[in-house]
Nanobody, 125 residues
Framework: QVQLQDSGPGLVKSSQTLSLTCTVS??????????WSWIRQSPGKGLEWMGV???????YYSPSLKSRTSISRDTSKNQFSLQLSSVTPEDTAVYYC?????????????????WGQGTQVTVSS
């Protein structure tokens, strides 16, 4: 059974960098054909996809966040991480990690099957 657990500081100051880590158990983050994603939800808004790191280490980001977002991984720990720089109060949200199913080497997204529990992050002004 695959399980994801996201974790990190719940409070970040404006202009600083938000950092979160997702720990995966029950499956390797290098297994084909899956991607490992970060998604957030602000109060009163829907889910916003931020980016993904695929099984081969390739990264892809939302155009609106690309300049501030970095996703990396540590295969020895079976973890992947999110860094969001230059944060503002508008970045306050619940942040989730999730596994994405992909179509072979095409990276075409078909859906999420496992999610972390979510981490509330508040950015102070």
């Amino acid at each position: 059974q695959v399980q994801l657990q996201d974790s990190g500081p719940g409070l970040v100051k404006s202009s600083q960098t938000l950092s979160l880590t997702c720990t995966v158990s029950g499956g390797s983050i290098t297994t084909r054909y899956y991607g490992w994603s970060w998604i957030r939800q602000s109060p009163g808004k829907g889910l916003e996809w931020m980016g993904v790191i695929a099984y081969d280490g390739s990264t892809y980001y939302s155009p609106s966040l690309k300049s501030r977002t970095s996703i990396s991984r540590d295969t020895s720990k079976n973890q992947f991480s999110l860094q969001l720089s230059s944060v503002t109060p508008e970045d306050t949200a619940v942040y989730y990690c999730a596994r994405a199913s992909l179509v072979y080497y095409t990276y075409i997204f078909t859906g999420y099957d496992y999610w972390g529990q979510g981490t509330q992050v508040t950015v102070s002004s």
